[in-house]
């Protein structure tokens, strides 16, 4: 479709966009998911500039739960360290990311990935039952692991509910937030012609308004092994020809003029970055070996795609964290509270 005509059609979707949200925020309990139409036109009205959804969570979100902006104690992060606090905010607010200088402990890096080693992972477009991932002998570019499966990991437990990842995206975002989401996956050499599938093509995220990600490598990341790829100042500033939802090639993305822009965060295991991936970003095609990386999201609403409230056993520790920050871990209620 012509492009003037997708942006005058945004202009009503960001309309319906405002309505929809008041209304799934207005309701007595948080709604189970949103409609597909509206999703739509969320993600359609971010075609007209990549921090609208932020503008739209700021005034219509109104959060009256006195517990939101409880977080629990940051100096028990073992992931990151509070005096990178304003760093990591004013880093992210400039670039749209941000790399920790501290490095996870190696006893948890390596718990973690040799709880990815063991469990079930499913290779992505394949229609093979989930397995522990084969590393020897990896047939997809992708192996994704669930969120309920990532649970079982006391480690992953304590990482998805960091206290201080979830205060730098309050003063990010500026509203308080919960945690929504959490991704654990390997990525390797295979199938590069799934680029498309396995999100190693540049785009942004849509599926909520308002959100920040923090990822983890868990296995050392260069170049050639498949770094997370981000275009820096995407999450301020998109030129009208990259405005539109979907994927873009690094041919676009040049003809745009932002090659310059394009920074590949590489790093020993253990690295941790925060991204607001409403800003262009992929994850490159690793050239040899593979990747593992584990990444929770901290949103300002459940409004947009559809979220999971995962069955687990909690450890002490996030039994511990639920009570201090119960509005962040809302997701997770029904699993800490009938424990």
């Known amino acids: 479709m012509n492009t003037a005509v997708e942006t005058a059609l945004s202009l009503p979707r960001l309309l319906h966009t405002w309505r929809a949200v008041r209304k799934f925020e207005e309701a007595s309990r948080i709604p189970a998911c949103t409609p597909g139409q509206s999703s739509f036109n969320m993600r359609s009205a971010m075609d007209l500039d990549p921090r609208l959804g932020k503008w739209i969570s700021r005034r219509s979100i109104r959060v009256t739960d006195a517990t939101a902006l409880n977080v629990g104690d940051i100096s028990k992060s073992r992931f990151v360290d509070p005096g990178e606090l304003d760093a990591a905010v004013a880093g992210i607010r400039r670039d749209g990311f941000y790399v920790f200088t501290k490095v996870a402990d190696s006893s948890i890096v390596e718990a973690i990935r040799e709880f990815a080693q063991r469990v079930p992972a499913q290779g992505r477009g394949s229609s093979v039952a989930p397995a522990p991932y084969p590393r020897s002998n990896p047939e997809q570019g ?45 990525t390797t050499s295979k199938k590069a012609e799934d680029a498309n599938l396995n999100a190693q093509q540049f785009h942004q995220d849509r599926d909520r308004l308002s959100l920040l990600k923090f990822f983890i490598y868990l296995t050392d990341v260069t170049p050639e092994t498949g770094p997370h790829v981000y275009i820096r100042g995407s999450h301020r500033k998109i030129p009208f020809a990259l405005r539109a939802d979907g994927r873009k090639t690094d041919e676009d993305v040049k003809r745009a003029g932002l090659w310059d822009e394009v920074q590949e965060i590489c790093g ?63 997701r997770y209620a029904n699993a800490i509270t009938s424990g």
Do not use: C
């Not at 920050?325 to 809302?330: C, G, I, K, R, Y």
């Open 142 to 186: 992708r192996y994704d692991i669930s969120e309920e499966t990532a649970l079982q990991s006391p480690e992953v437990q304590e990482f998805v509910t960091d206290p201080a990842m979830a205060l730098i995206a309050k003063r990010y975002l500026g509203q308080p937030v919960l945690m929504d989401e959490v991704a654990f996956w390997w």
């Open 268 to 330: 020993p295991a253990g690295t941790l970055m925060a991204v607001d991936t409403i800003g262009l970003h992929k994850g490159k095609t690793p050239e040899t070996g593979d990747r593992l990386a584990l990444e929770n999201e901290f949103a300002t609403s459940l409004f947009g795609a559809d979220y999971d409230i995962p069955a687990f056993t909690p450890t002490d520790l996030a039994k511990q964290r639920y009570a201090e920050m119960p509005w962040v871990l809302q």
